[in-house]
């Protein structure tokens, strides 16, 4: 499976970006997916989580209102809008896919086998 991320950038505080996630390698359309994101000197955390049919979401509260998760199956692909960011949105983002589809929402790290190779996200005040 190989996870391919792009649409980071930076932007101002209050600013837009959407990332997208290009799966290949599978039918990733029966798998949930997530996104993670690391910050200098931070462990990596968890950011919002999608289920195989794109019908339920799940985000950390930190991005609750603002961000959304998405999925164009037939594209194969997972989507993060990114709305009204601030600078503690500053970070690596990673997009993520497990091997299995057991439990949902999946906020470890260890709960995902594959990765993409992140995309920087800048956010200046």
């Known amino acids: 499976v190989q996870l391919q991320a792009s649409g980071g950038g930076q932007v101002q505080a209050g600013g837009s970006l959407r990332l997208s996630c290009a799966a290949s390698?599978?039918?990733?359309?029966?798998?949930?997916m997530g996104w993670f994101r690391q910050a200098p000197g931070k462990e990596r955390e968890f950011v919002a989580a999608?289920?195989?049919?794109?019908?339920?979401?799940y985000y950390t509260d930190s991005v609750k209102g603002r961000f959304t998760i998405s999925r164009d199956n037939a594209k194969n692909t997972v989507y993060l809008q990114m709305n009204s960011l601030k600078p503690e949105d500053t970070a690596v983002y990673y997009c993520?896919?497990?091997?299995?589809?057991?439990?949902?929402?999946?906020?470890?790290?260890?709960?995902?086998?594959?990765w993409g190779q992140g995309t920087q996200v800048t956010v200046s005040s």
């Open positions: 993520a896919a497990p091997a299995s589809n057991t439990g949902f929402p999946r906020r470890l790290s260890d709960d995902y086998e594959y």
């Open positions: 999608v289920t195989s049919s794109g019908a339920l979401t």
């Open positions: 390698g599978r039918t990733n359309s029966r798998y949930a």
